[in-house]
């Protein structure tokens, strides 16, 4: 798969005192819908500044587009939005990204192909002074897409909008992706990542916890809740298990959670339990939310 994006073994550190990102590595590649999911102060908006060449690294590399072209170049192949929206207020949509097209010597017709992408046409003549904050966040999101980016950077795109803004942005990155450009989009709101990415890189305090597919993260592990008329038969049973991380009391309610380390189907553990004389009263196979993934991965280190 083509490689868009290398980062390895970055560091920066703010004033010889934040160590804002740690030894980061990943490789972003083409055509998938990347998530940097982490907290406020995890280092999100200091990775992408790196590598958007706005903020200094301290230590490692980054190479776009597998090394081929220096960062200057391989730039014009990059749209971001990694700040708030800056257009002149007194300007309509279409002249403003007219003016970003004669800046960047990119043709006018442009304009209208990305109005349409991010549903501002029939406002297009309209001074940007009258837009919401979602129509403004649309119009930087046609003006990142002007010159036809290989990959869409996009910092919090949702911040501050309303419920109905925030759903008009998702559908938008869900259409952009669709349509084969690659996106890397930093957000501290896991349900975002989970509705509009195919992969995740979870980062807390500067550190790498998971990279992977959302749906990976999601199904990765799984647990049972059992209960039976003896528990201490039926947890020596379980000790014997194979493919059995842990076993957890759940809240004196008679209840065992099961962890696992490997896949285990029900029907499976049920029969080994009966083979050991154990007759359950209650099974049933969870597996986490991402919800519940991020917060371990969050909490527990
Ligand atoms: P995120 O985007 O995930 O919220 P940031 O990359 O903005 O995280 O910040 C990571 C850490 O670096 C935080 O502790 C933040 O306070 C610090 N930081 C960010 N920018 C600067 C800066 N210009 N000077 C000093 N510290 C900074
Ligand atoms: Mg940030």
């Not at 379980?238 to 004196?252: M, P, R, S, T």
């Amino acid at each position: 798969m083509e490689t868009i994006l290398t980062i390895t073994n970055l560091n920066k550190i703010y004033n010889k005192q934040v160590h804002a990102v740690k030894n980061l590595s990943l490789e972003i590649h083409k055509g998938n819908v990347y998530g940097i999911l982490g907290p406020n102060g995890s280092g999100k908006s200091t990775t992408l500044g790196i590598v958007l060449n706005v903020v200094n690294k301290t230590s490692g590399e980054y190479s776009w587009f597998g090394g081929t072209t220096q960062t200057h170049d391989a730039l014009k192949r990059v749209g971001a939005i990694i700040e708030r929206p800056n257009f002149y207020p007194y300007m309509t949509a279409k002249e403003n990204l007219e003016l970003v097209c004669k800046i960047k010597g990119i043709n006018y017709s442009k304009v209208a192909e990305k109005l349409e992408i991010v549903g501002l046409t029939e406002r297009m003549d309209s001074k940007f002074s009258t837009f919401s904050l979602g129509m403004k966040q649309r119009l930087a999101i046609a003006s990142a897409l002007l010159n036809d980016p290989e990959i869409l950077i996009l910092d919090e795109p949702t911040n501050g909008l309303d419920p109905q803004g925030i759903h008009q942005i998702r559908d938008i990155i869900r259409l952009i992706a669709s349509q084969g450009t690659t996106i890397l989009l930093a957000s501290h709101l896991l349900d975002e990542v989970e509705k509009v990415c195919t992969h995740v890189l979870v980062l807390r305090k500067g550190e790498m916890l998971y990279s992977g597919t959302v749906d990976g993260m999601t199904n990765k592990k799984g647990f049972f809740e059992l209960k039976s008329g003896n528990l201490e038969t039926l947890k020596s049973a379980l000790e014997n298990h194979q493919d059995i991380e842990k076993i957890v009391e759940a809240n004196g309610d008679g209840r065992l959670l099961v962890y696992l380390k490997n896949n285990l189907e029900a029907e499976d553990l049920n029969s080994y339990l009966f083979q050991n004389n154990i007759v359950l009263q209650h099974l049933v196979k969870r597996k986490h939310s991402l919800e519940e993934q991020f917060l371990e991965l969050t909490n527990n280190h």
